[in-house]
Structures are given as structure tokens and as C-alpha cells.
């Protein structure tokens, strides 16, 4: 039975809902966006559900670290030569959508600036 207290993206890391995983291991995992804004567009998540980036303490640290250093290795396998943008939304203004911190990763692509 599904716990209503868990987030979409525990879900998907404990299987519950399919999705196309680029990446899993103790910490985190990473998947393709289902709305793709890029030719890539994936997600790398913690397994540790943190609503937002503003809720990240000091024992995050090296979690935070790892999520960068998985991105970085699945843009390379993505073929990401030129370059990727990566962002968090963070909460409302941001537009976050999920309440369960998230690294988007979005290449393939020139990428516009400033962001909308
Ligand atoms: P946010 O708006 O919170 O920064 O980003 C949430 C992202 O999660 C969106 O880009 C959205 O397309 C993606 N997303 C929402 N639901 C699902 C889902 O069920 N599966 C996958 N793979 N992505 C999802």
C-alpha cells in the first residue's frame, strides 16, 4: 500500500510509479523529465526527501556535493559535450512544482539568458 505521506519522487525511487532511470545508488537517482523542456531534460533527485533547497542544513553537505558530481557524470553519458544548465527551483516564485529537491540537468540545446 502507498503512503500518502510520501512524495512523487519517492515513489518513483521506490519504484511505485515507472520512469526512465539514467542512474540509482544509495543516495540518489536520476531520471528523464516526463515534460521535457530539451532534447535531455533529467532529473537527479535524493532518496532523502528534502521539500526545497531552502530546507537543506549543514548535514546536506556532501549529499548536495554528490548530486552535482551524478549530474555531471550522466551529462557526459548523455553526450552533453557543450554544455548543460543545471537548476533547482526553489518554492513559488521558482515555479517548483514537486516539493522534494531536485536538480534539473537540460542540454542538447543553446539555453536562453536571463531564464523566464
Ligand atoms: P519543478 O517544477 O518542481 O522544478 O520540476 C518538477 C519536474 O518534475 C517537472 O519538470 C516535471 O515535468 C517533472 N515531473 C513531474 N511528474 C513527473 C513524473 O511522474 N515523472 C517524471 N519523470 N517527471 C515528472
Avoid at 545508488?25 to 533547497?53: G, S, W, Y
Amino acid at each position: 500500500m502507498t503512503s500518502p505521506s510520501k512524495t512523487l519522487f519517492e515513489r518513483i525511487a521506490d519504484g511505485e510509479i515507472p520512469a526512465d532511470f539514467l542512474h540509482k545508488d544509495d543516495l540518489c537517482i536520476a531520471f528523464r523529465d516526463i515534460n521535457p523542456q530539451a532534447p535531455v531534460h533529467f532529473l537527479v533527485v535524493p532518496r532523502k526527501p528534502i521539500p526545497t533547497l531552502d530546507d537543506l542544513t549543514v548535514e546536506d553537505q556532501n549529499l548536495v556535493g554528490h548530486l552535482f558530481l551524478v549530474a555531471q557524470k550522466v551529462a557526459a553519458a548523455e553526450g552533453l559535450t557543450r554544455g548543460y544548465r543545471a537548476v533547482f527551483n526553489c518554492r513559488e516564485d521558482a515555479f517548483q512544482t514537486v516539493p522534494h529537491l531536485h536538480l534539473h540537468i537540460l542540454g542538447g540545446r543553446k539555453m536562453g539568458w536571463p531564464p523566464g
